[in-house]
């Protein structure tokens, strides 16, 4: 339980549409209601709207 303090920089998150693990701070972020997206580029970011437009 001492591993508390690890530097959040470092910390890599999945893209939300390719699933690519990127470093949370390159990862384009994107707030969707209650939560943050990440993605690992304008791509799959285009890719997220599409689909989410098709709803
Ligand atoms: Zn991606």
């Known amino acids: ?3 508390k303090n690890k ?3 470092h ?3 999945p893209c939300e549409v ?3 693990e990127i470093p949370r ?3 384009k972020n994107v707030e969707a209601d209650d939560y943050m997206l990440h993605f ?3 791509d799959c970011y285009d890719k997220w ?3 989410k437009d098709s709803h």
């Open 18 to 20: 390719c699933l690519k």
């Open 7 to 9: 530097p959040t920089e």
């Open 49 to 51: 709207c599409k689909e």
């Open 11 to 13: 910390e890599t998150v």
């Open 25 to 27: 701070s390159e990862a």
């Open 40 to 42: 690992c580029g304008m």
């Open 1 to 3: 339980m001492s591993d």
